[in-house]
């Protein structure tokens, strides 16, 4: 057991003085341009408008600034560990040098599942706008060629959707510098009909679209700039709306109103955190900045100013659709589907209507590229360290690609989006991104409060003492110790576990017992007030773990960007990502389970024995004495101090 232990605790431990095999050809202004174009694919065009029609109405614009700044969070962790670990794998490798081999492995699977279900998706989507704008014709000749009638699998072959994310993954293959520029021109025309959105809309919006009366959403609107009359009635009551709307007036009355209290939140706060949630996926996508570290040239400064930068660009652009959306077009009258093209259609620019869908197909082959970027440097950097078949890591001597990985993850994941049926996989696809947002913020708190060099260096010259305190002393840091240690590192450690714990916790009596907890304040309810009673002891103890991590000391290790406010900030990361894992029902964990099932199989039948970590390999260090350690990492001069060769070291603990 023992050994076991050993095996999945064991680390990474990385040399920044070798040489990758990778080609280190990417600037700032590339790694924004992949965050940018991975995240603004098609969901640019249709958030705004769902989520305004029927969670948030006007305040989908404070709903989509709710998510951006969640996102931050966990954008600003991934910055600091772009600086620290500029390696491929993302949050694989982080979780590999701050955690362990085996929550890295659970990293890395997961991932592969939300990158490749992610890629298939947006492929899928592409292959559908296309056939929209050939009236069907496409669909209906794949359907008369191979029909297919299987439960999960799509209605026939789409030899599309398989075309195009094959086809991209060969061009992947023949260098990423060419593809990055083809990427930049995409997401730039894809940016600049955000642009002509928002200026051409600004010519049609009303202030009375985000002040309409409850009273007025019974009757008729004069709108005199379009000289017309808009039956807000017709929108509204089921009784007259019932067939267009029968989601909003499923099991209702007829003269229900789906329409809400009208005004600027007609669905009140549970609407705009509703809506907040929703749209915090249309910010998922700028971690593919992270996967890229090995082929950046100055990665300590360009991945976090392209984070940041990518992060800033995409909530200015939602924001301002969102606002000029709902201003043009009152929220509860927009097309769900395609709101940006039907507000211009309303207005009568037919023609600008076609500008936005040449938008939409710039986005989508932007989204779809950076969606197949990531996955085959996850699964390069896997199979680099012995966790994945050796094969995987093959890396092209020309293009310094990684080839077989790339063509490896094509494949499957285009055949994945020829024949799924991807709206019953879509669900689960989050979990893996959500996972490695928690477990980045996690190993950031982690990495701040450990013991480096640097530390032991600045108690000598300022002869500070440095000794072990209990750990009930240490717990709030009663010494004032002034330099971390291995009691303030494991106080730090527990704490973050616990933090974890707790989270689950906290978030699944507020996602799930919100209703009785309600009933329980205004009723009386029994199981309702012990419910918030709970909640009151979780939130204590929650708070008394931040206390305790807050009184410990940080390391002194100069890192070119570092998290403000840790571990505050990191903690609220880790608590919105938990939420909206939580919020997930039990069908979707149920998927995600088989998933990492078959993910355990492959680890404890190949990677556990075959890890380059493992104790007698021949890149383990014995001794437990890294040649090269994470806490060197970020020096002054950006790079570890170590021995130089090619391959990272690995340590057992």
């Excluded at 095999?21 to 603004?40: E, N, P, Q």
């Excluded at 807000?232 to 709307?245: F, I, M, N, Q, S």
């Excluded at 907040?276 to 300590?300: L, R």
């Excluded at 310094?400 to 990985?405: L, R």
């Amino acid at each position: 057991m023992s050994q076991l232990v050993k095996s999945f605790s064991r680390k990474k431990h990385v040399d920044l003085t070798s040489s990758s095999k990778l080609a280190r050809c990417l600037g700032t202004l590339d790694l924004t341009a992949l965050g940018v174009g991975a995240t603004l694919g098609v969901g640019t065009y249709v958030l705004a408008g769902a989520i305004s029609k029927y969670q948030s109405g006007p305040a989908v614009c404070l709903s989509m600034a709710i998510a951006a700044f969640a996102s931050i969070f966990a954008g600003l962790c991934y910055a600091e560990f772009g600086t620290r670990v500029p390696k491929a794998g993302s949050a694989y490798v982080y979780g590999y040098v701050c955690v362990g081999e085996l929550v890295a492995f659970i990293l890395g699977w997961s991932m592969i599942l939300s990158y490749g279900i992610g890629a298939s998706s947006v492929a899928k989507s592409y292959s559908g706008y296309v056939d929209a704008m050939v009236d069907n014709k496409m669909s209906e000749a794949f359907k008369s060629a191979i029909p297919i009638d299987v439960p999960f699998l799509a209605d026939y072959v789409d030899w599309f959707a398989f075309g195009i994310t094959f086809g991209i993954s060969i061009i992947l293959c023949l260098g990423m510098k060419e593809s990055t520029k083809f990427n930049t021109i995409l997401t730039l025309l894809n940016v600049a009909v955000i642009i002509f959105v928002l200026i051409g809309g600004a010519f049609h919006v009303s202030g009375h679209n985000w002040s309409i009366e409850k009273s007025e959403l019974g009757g008729t609107y004069e709108n005199g700039k379009l000289n017309i009359t808009e039956d807000y009635r017709a929108a509204c009551l089921c009784e007259v709306c019932r067939e267009d709307e029968e989601e909003a007036c499923s099991g209702k009355p007829d003269d229900f109103n789906w329409c809400g209290e009208g005004g600027f939140s007609p669905f009140g706060v549970d609407g705009i955190v509703s809506g907040a949630a929703t749209a915090f996926y249309g910010f998922v996508g700028f971690d593919v900045i992270a996967t890229m570290g090995e082929e950046v040239i100055n990665p300590q400064r360009a991945m976090p100013i392209a984070i940041i930068l990518s992060l800033s660009i995409i909530f200015l652009a939602y924001f301002g659709l969102s606002a000029v959306v709902t201003l043009v077009l009152p929220y509860f009258l927009q097309n769900a589907e395609a709101p940006i093209p039907f507000i211009f259609e309303y207005v009568g620019w037919n023609w600008a209507a076609w500008v936005v869908r040449i938008g939409a197909f710039m986005g989508l082959t932007a989204s779809l590229l950076g969606g197949i970027v990531p996955l085959p440097r996850v699964i390069w950097a896997m199979a680099s360290d012995g966790l994945l078949p050796y094969f995987l890591s093959y890396t092209h001597p020309k293009y310094q690609t990684p080839f077989a990985a790339t063509l490896f993850s094509g494949f499957i994941f285009a055949v994945m989006a020829a024949v799924f049926d991807l709206r019953v996989l879509m669900d689960f696809m989050s979990i893996g991104t959500l996972l490695a947002y928690t477990m980045v913020s996690a190993c950031v708190i982690l990495l701040r409060y450990r013991q480096t060099e640097e530390d032991l260096v600045k108690a000598k010259e300022q002869s500070l003492t440095v000794h072990e305190a209990s750990m009930w002393k240490q717990l709030f840091n009663q010494t004032d110790m002034k330099i971390p240690t291995a009691a303030s590192s494991n106080v730090t450690a527990w704490a973050t576990f616990l933090i974890g714990i707790f989270s689950f916790v906290f978030c699944g009596l507020i996602a799930n017992g919100r209703d009785l907890m309600s009933k329980g304040v205004m009723e009386g309810s029994g199981v309702g007030v012990v419910l918030v009673i709970m909640v009151c002891t979780v939130t204590v103890i929650l708070s008394l773990l931040l206390i305790a991590i807050h009184r410990q000391p940080q390391s002194v290790t100069y890192v070119a960007f570092k998290v403000p406010l840790v571990p505050f900030i990191p903690t609220l990361s880790i608590l919105l990502n938990v939420y909206l894992m939580v919020s997930m029902d039990a069908a979707t964990w149920a998927k995600f389970g088989i998933w990492m099932l078959l993910g355990f199989a492959i680890y404890g039948g190949y990677g556990m024995r075959h890890s380059l970590a493992r104790e007698g390999g021949p890149n383990a260090v014995r001794s437990g004495k890294a040649v090269t350690d994470v806490r060197k990492i970020g020096a002054e001069d950006g790079v570890a101090i170590g021995h130089e060769g090619e391959k990272d070291n690995y340590v057992n603990e």
